[in-house]
C-alpha cells in the first residue's frame, strides 16, 4: 500500500470518482467471513434465529487511565496523525485520559449465526460506553490497529466523530482527517497510528462573560451522545461492520446519582450499565450463511434483515420491578422506527427485521421520553409511542414497578420501510378476538420482570427537567437555505456533490443564522449538523411536535418539507459538516462542508 498522501495523486473530479466508483465497487459485496461471497447482491435470506436466547449486553463504563504514553500535547505528539493545534489546550487541560484501539475481533450475534470478524473500538460491538461530566476535559487517544489490507468492505483508514459533542474542529472526526499508520486524508497533513482527540466536555458559550462562572450556559447541556467513524465514503460500511459506541455526559442537574442531595439535581433512575442502560439499535444484512453483507450498489439505502440491540438480535433483558432510564440510539444505516412497548405474549419468531413482519401484538403501555438528542426536554412527555431515525437518540423512563414477576414485555417496531426513501407509514391496527385494538409488529427485545430491587426506588422523574435556552431572532444575521435532491443517483445539496477541500459556508463565530433545509421528491433525509445543537422554529410553517421542540442536532426532512432551524456558531474556529444521516446517502456525496471564520 502507498505511503503516500492520496491528496497528492492524480485526482479525478469528485462526481467522476463516484461514477467509477459504482463500477468497481463489487469487492464491497463481499461478506465478513473471510474468502466467502454471498450467494446472492440482492435481499439475501438468513438463517432462522430463535428469539430471546440471548442475554442483552449491558456493561459498565470504560475506565480511564491514569497516564498517555507519549504525553498529549497541544500540538501532535510523536507517532500522531498529521493534525492541527488543539484550540485553548490552555484553558483545558486535560484531567483524565482513555485508550480507544480500533481493532478486528470476533463476534457473536446470535448462537444460530456463525461467530465471525468485526471491527470494534477495543474489540467491541457496540464499543465501550464512556461516561464522563461537564467540567472535566479530557484526551481520548484513538489507536488505529485495523490490517491495512482488509478482506470485504469498509476502509482500514478511520476518523471518529463525537456526536453532537461542542468540540474543536480537530477532535471532530471530519470527514478528511482519515488516517492508518501509513496514509491520510486530504484534510490532515502525516499518517500516524493514533489521533488524540480533545474532548473540553464545556457547555456551549463558554466564551460568553455571562456564563464565565459554569463555562458556559448549563442550558446547553448534552446527555447522551454517541461515537462512530465518519470517513469519507466509508461511513456506512465502517459503522456496519461495527465502528460505534456511546458517550455520555452529566452534570449537577442530571448527576447520574438518583440518591443526590443536591437540589438542583433529577435524581433520574441512575447508574450506568445497572438502571441506565444505553440500547444501541442497528439492522443488519445476514447473507444465507449468517454472515454480515454490505451492498454498496445500493445507493437509496440498505435495510436489515435482522435488527441488533447492543450488537446482539432479538434479546432478553431482565429487569427489577422498579424504574429504569433507557437511551436509546438508532446507528441506522438507513431504517426509521416507530416503537411501542407491549404485553403481548407469542414468540415474535420472525425473522427479526422490522418489515413488519414477526409478532408484535399486545396492548400498548406507556412510558416517559425526557430527552431527544441528547437534550433534556424542558418537561417530560408521557407516550405509548416513540419514532427515532438514524442518528436520532431519545432517552426513556420505563417503570417496571407494577407488573407482577413473571411479567414479560415487548419492545416493538411497528413502522413499514421498504426502501431507503424513509418510512411507508404505520402498520395498520387489527381487533383481537378479546374485541380489543391491537398492532402487530416486530419483537426487537424482551423485558422479564425478574426480581424486586434490593432496596427502595428513589429515583424519580420531576415535572420540570432542564431549561430551554431563549430563541432571540434579533440575534440572527442570516438566513441559509439547503435543498436535499438526487441528480443522476447522486446525492446532491443545493444541487452539488461533497467536496472535502471546498466549504459551502463561513458563518462567522459569536454568531446567529437560520439554516432552512428544504427535501424533495419522496425521499426522507435526517439531516444532522455538527458542533452546535439548534431549535426547529417550524416545520412548513407550523410549530415543531412537543417531543422535537427542544434543542437537536438531527432534523429529519420528510418529502417536499421545509424545516426552519435556529442555531448559533461558538467558541471555536474551523471545519465542520451537516450532512445526510441515512449513511448511503451520505457516502454518494450529500455532505456539506461549513467552516466558522473569525
Not at 417 to 429: A, F, M, S, T, W
Not at 451 to 456: E, F, L, N, R, V
Not at 483 to 510: C, L, M, Y
Request: glycine share 8%; aromatic share 10%; charged share 20%.
Amino acid at each position: 500500500m502507498s505511503t503516500s498522501n492520496p491528496a497528492s495523486l492524480p485526482k479525478l473530479s469528485r462526481r467522476q470518482s463516484l461514477q467509477l466508483g459504482a463500477a468497481t465497487t463489487a469487492v464491497g459485496l463481499l461478506a465478513t467471513q473471510e474468502l466467502v461471497t454471498p450467494v446472492q447482491a440482492k435481499d439475501p435470506e438468513p438463517p432462522k434465529t430463535t428469539p430471546f436466547v440471548v442475554p442483552l449486553p449491558v456493561y459498565p463504563p470504560k475506565q480511564a487511565v491514569g497516564a498517555l504514553t507519549p504525553t498529549p500535547t497541544e500540538n501532535a505528539g510523536p507517532g500522531e496523525a498529521g493534525r492541527a493545534p488543539h484550540q485553548r489546550w490552555a484553558e483545558f487541560l486535560p484531567q483524565k485520559f482513555y485508550n480507544l484501539n480500533v481493532r478486528q475481533a470476533q463476534h457473536s450475534f446470535h448462537p444460530e449465526l456463525p461467530t465471525q470478524t468485526v471491527w470494534g473500538f477495543d474489540g467491541l460491538v457496540p464499543g465501550p460506553t464512556i461516561a464522563e461530566r461537564y467540567g472535566v476535559p479530557n484526551i481520548v487517544r484513538i489507536y488505529n490497529d485495523l490490517p491495512a489490507n482488509t478482506v470485504g468492505f469498509g476502509s482500514p483508514e478511520i476518523t471518529t466523530h463525537l456526536h453532537n459533542m461542542h468540540t474543536a474542529s480537530e477532535s471532530d472526526g471530519f470527514a478528511g482527517d482519515y488516517y492508518s499508520a501509513t496514509r491520510f486524508g486530504p484534510t490532515l497533513t502525516a499518517p500516524g497510528a493514533y489521533l488524540d482527540h480533545h474532548y473540553v466536555n464545556a457547555y456551549a458559550g463558554f466564551s460568553d462573560p455571562r456564563y464565565s462562572a459554569t463555562n458556559g450556559d448549563p442550558r446547553e447541556a448534552l446527555g447522551t451522545l454517541w461515537y462512530h467513524d465518519h470517513r469519507v465514503d466509508f461511513t456506512a460500511p465502517n459503522i456496519f461492520r461495527g465502528l460505534a459506541g456511546m458517550y455520555l455526559l452529566f452534570d449537577d442537574i442530571d448527576s447520574g446519582n438518583e440518591l443526590d442531595t443536591n437540589p438542583k439535581a433529577l435524581r433520574l433512575p441512575s447508574g450506568v450499565g445497572k438502571y441506565d442502560i444505553p440500547l444501541v439499535i442497528d439492522d443488519k444484512v445476514f447473507d444465507s450463511s449468517g454472515y454480515l453483507f454490505f451492498d454498496q450498489f445500493a445507493t437509496k439505502g440498505i435495510l436489515g434483515n435482522k435488527v441488533c440491540i447492543n450488537g446482539k438480535v432479538q434479546p432478553f433483558f431482565k429487569v427489577e420491578r422498579r424504574k429504569y432510564r433507557f437511551r436509546l440510539l438508532d446507528t441506522g444505516p438507513s431504517r426509521f422506527y416507530e416503537f411501542y412497548l407491549t404485553n403481548g405474549s407469542n414468540s415474535g419468531s420472525g425473522s427479526g427485521g422490522s418489515s413488519g413482519s414477526g409478532s408484535g401484538s399486545g396492548l400498548n403501555q406507556s412510558f416517559t421520553h425526557i430527552a431527544n438528542d441528547g437534550n433534556l426536554l424542558p418537561a417530560p412527555l408521557s407516550t405509548k409511542k416513540l419514532e427515532l431515525s438514524p442518528a436520532e437518540r431519545a432517552d426513556l423512563v420505563i417503570d417496571f414497578s407494577s407488573y407482577p414477576l413473571g411479567t414479560k414485555l415487548y419492545w416493538v417496531n411497528r413502522l413499514v420501510q421498504i426502501d431507503g426513501r424513509g418510512p411507508e407509514g404505520p402498520l395498520v391496527n387489527t381487533r383481537g378476538t378479546d374485541g380489543l385494538l391491537t398492532t402487530a409488529g416486530t419483537q426487537l427485545l424482551r423485558f422479564d420482570i425478574d426480581s424486586d430491587p434490593p432496596t427502595p426506588d428513589l429515583s424519580r422523574v420531576p415535572a420540570t427537567l432542564r431549561a430551554l435556552p431563549p430563541i432571540n431572532l434579533a440575534e440572527v444575521v442570516r438566513t441559509r437555505k439547503w435543498r436535499f435532491d438526487r441528480e443522476n443517483s447522486v446525492w446532491t445539496t443545493n444541487d452539488q456533490i461533497f467536496e472535502v477541500n471546498k466549504p459551502a459556508a463561513f458563518p462567522k463565530r459569536g454568531t446567529t443564522e437560520i439554516w432552512v433545509l428544504q427535501g424533495s421528491d419522496d425521499w426522507h433525509h435526517p439531516v444532522h449538523i455538527h458542533f452546535e445543537e439548534g431549535r426547529i422554529l417550524s416545520r412548513n410553517g407550523k410549530p415543531p411536535p412537543p417531543h422535537e421542540a427542544g434543542r437537536k442536532d438531527v432534523y429529519v426532512v420528510h418529502p417536499l418539507e421545509e424545516v426552519r432551524v435556529f442555531i448559533r456558531f461558538r467558541d471555536f474556529l474551523g471545519k465542520y459538516l451537516m450532512h445526510c444521516h441515512n449513511l448511503i446517502h451520505e457516502d454518494h456525496a450529500m455532505m456539506v462542508r461549513w467552516d466558522i471564520v473569525p
